[in-house]
Nanobody
Framework: QVQVVESGGGLVQAGGSLRLSCTVS????????MGWFRQAPGKEREGVSY????????ASVDSVKGRFTISRDNAKNTLYLQMNSLKPEDTAMYYC??????????????????WGQGTQVTVSS
């Protein structure tokens, strides 16, 4: 079966950096677009960044542009999210997801079928 496993979260001070990783097994990784989502307590899940199957197209929500970079290594079945200049408002559970539908926008959670359990990112002020 498909397994999606995130890692790399933690506690960091404002202005610091973290790199999240997501390893996928059980499917042909380079056939699928991938996304990072996040959810803070009391808030809806939000699309953060997206990358196409070959990595030649990316997109990000405005609040992270210039600070977060999404990338992938198809040889390692791994997705990354490099997060720099972190802010307290970036505090959330971060999820990796496999896109299986293309009938809507990349930031719509409904376009993604397989999800990891999440990794917590906490940014202190």
């Amino acid at each position: 079966q498909v397994q999606v496993v995130e890692s790399g979260g933690g506690l960091v001070q404002a202005g610091g950096s973290l790199r999240l990783s997501c390893t996928v097994s059980g499917l042909t990784f380079n056939n699928y677009g991938m996304g990072w989502f996040r959810q803070a307590p009391g808030k809806e899940r939000e699309g953060v960044s997206y990358i196409s199957d070959r990595g030649d197209n990316t997109a990000s929500v405005d609040s992270v542009k210039g600070r977060f970079t999404i990338s992938r290594d198809n040889a390692k079945n791994t997705l990354y999210l490099q997060m720099n200049s972190l802010k307290p408002e970036d505090t959330a559970m971060y999820y990796c997801a496999v896109r299986t539908l293309y009938t809507g926008s990349w930031y719509s959670a409904g376009m993604f079928r397989y999800w990891g359990q999440g990794t917590q990112v906490t940014v202190s002020s």
